[in-house]
């Protein structure tokens, strides 16, 4: 990796937020990360930097399950825009659902490269971390 990845953590839940943080600390993995509470609240984010590919996050880890906007209506959303992006952002969903048909749904969406069980794991980590290189 030739710049610092740019991580961008999506979830209501502080608490988690933290511990990913914390987990990417503890692996010594250098990163910047952003953090918001909502899909609204990420989306005007990337809507405000759309041109500042240095501001944009790499890699996104979404929830499901938020207030104001969930994860499906923010993938639903950055679709929209995504094709003015000159950069490409992974995204990756994170959910404590182990509902079959949230899994088979995130499946189907291309824009998602992956679907993860909260707490996301160490090894989970380091492949998307592998993946930016």
Do not use: W
């Not at 609240?41 to 979404?62: H, Q, R």
């Not at 499901?64 to 639903?76: N, R």
């Not at 950055?78 to 995204?91: H, P, R, Y």
């Amino acid at each position: 990796m030739k710049n610092t990845p740019k991580i961008c953590i999506i979830d209501d839940d502080y608490i988690y937020r933290y511990t990913v943080v914390k987990k990417m600390e503890t692996m010594h993995l250098l990163v910047n990360t952003l953090a918001f509470e909502d899909g609204e609240m990420a989306l005007a984010f990337i809507l405000d930097n759309l041109n500042i590919d240095s501001e944009l996050p790499d890699v996104i880890f979404l929830d499901i399950d938020m207030p104001v906007m969930d994860g499906f209506q923010f993938i639903k959303e950055f679709a929209k825009i995504e094709s003015q992006l000159n950069k490409k952002i992974d995204i990756y969903m994170i959910s404590s659902s182990l509902d079959p048909v949230d899994i088979e749904r995130a499946q189907r969406i291309d824009s998602i490269a992956d679907y993860f069980v909260k707490p996301i794991k160490t090894e989970q980590l380091q492949s998307v971390f592998l993946n930016l290189q």
